[in-house]
C-alpha cells in the first residue's frame, strides 16, 4: 500500500509559479511511476503529467508542456510540481496518483492505482 498527501496549493496570480509536493508513505515509492492528475469543478480528471520510477523519463499534457516541470527525489519519496507561468486555467484540485503496474496507457486515471486526496490551486486574472 502507499499512502500519497499532497501540499503546496494555493492562491497565486496569473504569470505565477506554485511547487507542489507529493508525499508518500511505504518503502517500494521507488519502484512506481508517479503522475498529476487535475479536475476543475464540473469537469473531468485529466492527466497532467508523469515521471518514471527512477525519474528518467517524463510526460506532459499539452496544456502545461514548457511550463510545468515534474520531478522526484527518490530518497524522500517525494514527487514535485513546479509550476510556472500559471493562467486562470489552471485553476483546478491537483491529485498525486502512483502506478503499480503498467497498463499499456498512462494518460487515465484507472492507469493509477493509489490516489491522494488533492491540493487546490486557484489563479486569478
Known amino acids: 500500500q502507499v499512502q500519497l498527501v499532497e501540499s503546496g496549493g494555493g492562491l497565486v496570480q496569473a504569470g505565477g509559479s506554485l511547487r507542489l509536493s507529493c508525499a508518500a508513505s511505504g518503502r517500494t515509492f521507488n519502484a512506481y511511476p508517479m503522475g498529476w492528475f487535475r479536475q476543475a469543478p464540473g469537469k473531468e480528471r485529466d492527466f497532467v503529467t508523469r515521471i518514471s520510477s527512477t525519474g528518467g523519463t517524463t510526460y506532459y499534457s499539452d496544456s502545461v508542456k514548457g511550463r510545468f516541470t515534474i520531478s522526484r527525489d527518490n530518497a524522500k519519496n517525494t514527487v514535485y510540481l513546479q509550476m510556472n507561468s500559471l493562467k486562470p486555467d489552471d485553476t483546478a484540485v491537483y491529485y498525486c496518483?502512483?502506478?503499480?503496474?503498467?497498463?499499456?496507457?498512462?494518460?487515465?486515471?484507472?492507469?493509477?492505482?493509489?490516489w491522494g486526496r488533492g491540493t487546490q490551486v486557484t489563479v486569478s486574472s
Open positions: 496518483a502512483a502506478a503499480r503496474y503498467y497498463t499499456g496507457s498512462i494518460y487515465n486515471t484507472q492507469d493509477y492505482n493509489y
